[in-house]
């Protein structure tokens, strides 16, 4: 009779590994379904200019919400301090600049083939409907970031606010002072100095 280690259990499975290719594949059935019910009724060649709109309409969507998205970013970039010609206060946000990932997934919807996915990116480019679902994504990111458990992504952040309040980072390295004619101790390991 031998004593061992007990085999190793298998670890559970999460929820979303289990419904997420679930619900998928579901979501594929319903638009083909919803695809050929609509051809049914107002004929192939309408199924076909509708598929081509949403496509058409989710490039020029896109397209859109990574221009401004680029522009907010270089806006963004030009008004670091220590740059040429930057002001000593950011500047607020556009108007304009809230939004662009909603907009990129309306458009990423509207040129994925089906009805549903068409609807749900519609619903996207109104204005209203992507300030609610902004608040309750932030308010959803706030909630999982205080209950986030210590020494997760989130307590880096608020170690460093700890540390240097004031956000600047300073490059540098650190150099131990040993004796010349003793040299480095043994237990120290001489490391080069950091470069950029």
Same mark, same amino acid.
Do not use: C
């Given at each position: 009779?031998?004593?061992?280690?007990?085999?190793?259990?298998?670890?559970?499975?999460?929820?979303?590994?289990?419904?997420?290719?679930?619900?998928?594949?579901?979501?594929?059935?319903?638009?083909?379904?919803?695809?050929?019910?609509?051809?049914?009724?107002?004929?192939?060649?309408?199924? /076909? %200019?509708?598929?081509?709109?949403?496509? !058409? =309409? @989710?490039?020029?969507?896109?397209?859109?919400?990574? +221009? #401004?998205?680029?522009?907010?970013?270089?806006?963004?970039?030009?008004?670091?301090?220590?740059?040429?010609?930057?002001?000593?206060?950011?500047?607020?946000?556009?108007?304009?600049?809230?939004?662009?990932?909603?907009?990129?997934?309306?458009?990423?919807?509207?040129?994925?083939?089906?009805?549903?996915?068409?609807?749900?990116?519609?619903? /996207? %480019?109104?204005?209203?409907?992507?300030? !609610? =679902? @902004?608040?309750?994504?932030?308010?959803?990111?706030? +909630? #999982?970031?205080?209950?986030?458990?210590?020494?997760?992504?989130?307590?880096?952040?608020?170690?460093?606010?700890?540390?240097?309040?004031?956000?600047?980072?300073?490059?540098?390295?650190?150099?131990?002072?040993?004796?010349?004619?003793?040299?480095?101790?043994?237990?120290?390991?001489?490391?080069?100095?950091?470069?950029?």
């Amino acid at each position: 009779m031998t004593t061992g280690t007990p085999p190793p259990t298998a670890p559970k499975r999460s929820r979303a590994r289990t419904f997420v290719p679930l619900a998928i594949a579901a979501w594929a059935v319903l638009e083909i379904w919803l695809l050929t019910l609509v051809a049914d009724v107002a004929g192939g060649f309408t199924v /076909l %200019l509708l598929l081509l709109g949403g496509i !058409v =309409l @989710g490039a020029v969507v896109t397209k859109a919400a990574g +221009r #401004r998205a680029f522009r907010n970013l270089t806006e963004t970039l030009q008004q670091m301090p220590g740059r040429p010609g930057a002001t000593a206060a950011p500047a607020a946000p556009a108007g304009g600049s809230k939004g662009n990932g909603f907009l990129m997934l309306a458009g990423l919807l509207l040129i994925i083939p089906g009805m549903i996915s068409d609807v749900a990116g519609l619903l /996207l %480019l109104v204005p209203p409907v992507r300030a !609610v =679902l @902004g608040r309750y994504t932030q308010r959803s990111l706030d +909630r #999982r970031m205080r209950s986030a458990a210590p020494g997760s992504f989130s307590d880096v952040f608020q170690q460093a606010r700890m540390h240097r309040p004031d956000g600047k980072v300073v490059q540098g390295e650190v150099i131990r002072e040993t004796d010349p004619q003793q040299g480095p101790s043994r237990n120290e390991n001489p490391r080069p100095p950091l470069t950029p």
